[in-house]
């Protein structure tokens, strides 16, 4: 069954732009990895605050994303920019809807 997943990454003290740089790098990744979209949200209250979203049909693509080597050597290397512990979660998709929008008019 299709799934988001979501982890949410917390910076450390005076590292939210790198942390933010960081994770621009390794979320396309997933997109090699089967997943369909990817986003990174930052929040505006709190700074500090990134959230991580990947679209996968399968739990297995995501588990070899997130256990794959290069998701492996990024924890490594960014360690110091984020707290831990990271618990990523799983979530079904239930439900989806989309405006697209051309020229700034809903179509």
């Known amino acids: 069954m299709a799934g988001v997943v979501h982890i949410p990454w917390y910076a450390t ?12 790098q390794i979320a396309p990744l997933a997109l090699r990895h089967g997943a369909t979209e990817f ?15 990947s679209w996968f049909e399968s739990k297995l693509d995501w588990e070899r ?15 110091s920019f984020y707290q831990v512990p990271v618990l990523y979660i799983w979530h079904d998709l239930v439900s989806y809807g989309r405006l697209e929008i051309e020229n700034g008019v809903p179509s």
């Not at 990174?40 to 500090?48: A, I, K, L, N």
């Not at 994303?65 to 360690?79: C, L, M, T, V």
């Open 13 to 24: 003290v005076w590292r939210s732009d790198r942390l933010e740089e960081a994770l621009e």
């Open 39 to 53: 986003m990174v949200h930052r929040s505006r209250d709190d700074p500090y605050r990134l959230l991580q979203m």
């Open 65 to 79: 994303y997130w256990n794959g080597p290069d998701f492996i050597a990024w924890r490594a290397e960014y360690s």
